[in-house]
């Protein structure tokens, strides 16, 4: 017994000393287990952060890179900016170099003339000189007269042809300034306007409504006016109100604006600013729609966005009550046809003759004639240089480089002047013609007098024994002025005397 209960014993303590063993074994391998698993935490938030890390070192190189980027394309913009003023300023050096060219040229012409004046005189003074010693046996006052009376003759064609010169010069002069004051003037603002192509008159439902324009204490009239820029003229005309303004665009934009206010009923500051602003935003769109109908019917592509809302805004101005947007597509028209005929490029023609115009649509902030403006708009916008010449030179400004210029002009000619474009009529074309007719034909020495080329020509043929060529030179002034004094007429006319003499004999 008592050995069965020792065998127990023994027993249960190998069995406690394995249970022991076991539990120090499965203990162990835990703390190893959790020990390996605060390793891979502390390796997965040792691999986030060198991740989060890289990403921000990524992130500021490439903010260093964008930053870089944007200082380099600045650099290069500048550095292009800097390139295109260099060109300028060597085009203007090759400029004033060629001026400076033409400058020691004319110095070395006159130069020459100098020297060739100089051996004259030289002449003239050894000539005197033996005519001085053929007179010495002759008394004082002899020798006067006879030296009197060969200068005088001698002189007489040089003070003839200084004469002429001198008028010649101042002539043109004059026309010249002339011409530089209208083309600055007339193609921007017009000084003296007709009422009816500066003034528009909006029918009113009833004459309650001019009340309401005005406002309380003309709050409205004068809101609308600010608003639009035009003047409202309220007057005793029955249902009626007159816009007026120089500028055609704005003067329609009144006008919708007016006409919109009136079907709406409301009429007070605020709504004058909405409707305002509706118009002008419709007016762009119309102006746009304008342009590229034009371009449209003509065939034309490949117009910068500028040109076009420019060609839009020539439907609303007028010359002579000629609509300058249609005026420019027949003028389109008509260079595509004669360059057709002659062999020229049609395409290249039709642009010239849209575009020649371009420059009215211009305002009084660009410095020029139209057609200069127009010109260095167009070549701003990378036309053709033909094209650019063409309109610049289509009043005569600058020389024309090509035949397309040339076209332009006629093609302008043809579209202005043919009977009916313009304010007369076919009966007031007539008359004006044979008006022109006879007042050159009512002038001393006349034979015959012809208009050509619709009224812009006039022909004069004179009788050679009646007049000179002084006096033939007199009566084209003459004409010019009493056509200028007595008859209305567009555009300019140019005057001709024809003086010829003609001698024949028959051998038989």
């Known amino acids: 017994m008592i050995l069965e209960h020792s065998l127990g014993i023994i027993i249960g303590t190998v069995i406690g000393a394995i249970f022991g063993v076991l539990f120090y074994r499965w203990r162990t391998l835990r703390l190893r287990e959790a020990e390996q698993q605060k390793l891979n935490v502390e390796l997965r938030e040792a691999k986030l952060k ?14 260093k890179q964008a930053e870089n980027k944007r200082q380099l394309d600045s650099r290069e913009s500048n550095l292009a900016a800097r390139t295109r003023e260099l060109e300028r300023q060597t085009d203007h050096l090759k400029k004033t170099e060629a001026h400076l060219e033409l400058k020691h040229q004319e110095i070395v012409r006159e130069q020459q003339l100098l020297t060739e004046a100089e051996h004259e005189a030289e002449k003239v003074r050894r000539l005197y000189q033996f005519k001085l010693h053929q007179i010495a046996q002759m008394d004082e006052e002899d020798a006067r007269q006879l030296l009197l009376r060969s200068t005088e003759k001698e002189c007489a064609q040089e003070i003839a042809d200084l004469h002429r010169a001198t008028l010649g010069r101042a002539e043109s002069e004059i026309n010249q300034e002339a011409k530089r004051i209208l083309l600055a003037a007339m193609q921007r603002i017009t000084s003296q306007p007709m009422n009816d192509a500066t003034a528009t008159v909006v029918n009113l439902p009833s004459d309650e409504m001019k009340g309401r324009i005005i406002g309380r204490e003309g ?21 009626s109100v007159m816009i007026s303004c120089f500028d055609p665009v704005r003067r329609e934009i009144a006008r919708i604006s007016l006409e919109a206010l009136l079907r709406d009923g409301r009429i007070h500051p605020a709504s004058i600013e909405e409707q305002v602003a509706q118009a002008e935003e419709g007016m762009r769109a119309n102006i746009i729609d304008l342009g590229e109908s034009s371009l449209k019917q003509l065939r034309l592509k490949d117009v910068h966005p500028e040109i076009v809302v420019l060609l839009g805004k020539l439907h609303y101005r007028l010359s002579n009550n000629q609509n300058t947007l249609a005026h420019s597509i027949e003028v389109a028209s008509f260079c595509a046809l004669i360059a057709a005929e002659i062999g020229l490029d049609p395409m290249i023609a039709k642009r010239a003759g849209l575009f020649h115009d371009i420059g009215k649509a211009l305002d009084e902030e660009y410095v020029g004639s139209h057609a200069m403006v127009g010109a260095d708009m167009l070549k701003r916008h990378g036309e053709d240089p033909r094209i650019v010449n063409a309109v610049a030179a289509h009043h005569n400004e600058v020389p024309a480089e090509s035949p397309y210029a040339g076209i332009a002009m006629v093609a302008d000619s043809l579209s202005a002047v043919r009977p009916g474009a313009r304010t007369s009529s076919i009966d007031g074309f007539i008359q004006r013609v044979r008006s022109i007719e006879e007042i050159a034909a009512a002038q001393h020495g006349v034979s015959e007098a012809y208009a050509i080329q619709a009224g812009r020509e006039l022909r004069v043929i004179v009788e050679p024994e009646v007049l000179g060529d002084d006096d033939a030179r007199q009566l084209a002034r003459t004409i010019r002025q009493r056509i200028e004094d007595e008859l209305n007429y567009p555009g300019s006319i140019e005057i001709t005397v024809i003086r010829e003499q003609r001698y024949k004999e028959t051998a038989v």
């Open 50 to 63: 060198l991740r989060e890390e890289r990403s921000e070192m990524e992130l500021e190189l490439q903010h």
């Open 219 to 239: 709050r409205n009239i004068r809101s609308f006016e600010h608003a639009t820029g035009t003047t409202l003229m309220i007057d005793e005309t029955p249902d």
